[in-house]
């Protein structure tokens, strides 16, 4: 049916409007020193995993401590409703 419309193109062709028809590519803007930024990215990533590892250590010590008062109230309920007078 494509092949039967009055205007001589495609549907696609229609829609698929390109003034460049040369297929676009993408240069290649690295510069051959690459290495010094290299470095940069990996001491970035060394010091947010530093600031990582400290906020989980926190939130470890937290977690351990916020357990340890919850058990302790358990225990304290337990006893309290199991003391004999």
């Given at each position: 049916?494509?092949?039967?419309?009055?205007?001589?193109?495609?549907?696609?062709?229609?829609?698929?409007?390109?003034?460049?028809?040369?297929?676009?590519?993408?240069?290649?803007?690295?510069s051959?020193?690459?290495?010094?930024?290299?470095?940069?990215?990996?001491?970035?990533?060394?010091?947010?995993?530093?600031?990582?590892?400290?906020?989980?250590?926190?939130?470890l010590?937290?977690?351990?401590?916020?357990?340890?008062?919850?058990?302790?109230?358990?225990?304290?309920?337990?006893?309290?409703?199991?003391?004999?007078?």
């Amino acid at each position: 049916m494509e092949g039967n419309n009055s205007y001589g193109t495609s549907w696609a062709d229609q829609w698929d409007y390109n003034p460049d028809p040369a297929p676009q590519t993408k240069k290649n803007n690295r510069s051959s020193g690459g290495g010094s930024s290299t470095a940069k990215y990996k001491q970035k990533v060394g010091e947010g995993l530093e600031k990582t590892k400290a906020v989980a250590s926190t939130g470890l010590k937290k977690v351990k401590e916020g357990t340890s008062v919850g058990f302790h109230w358990i225990k304290d309920k337990y006893q309290k409703t199991t003391q004999k007078h």
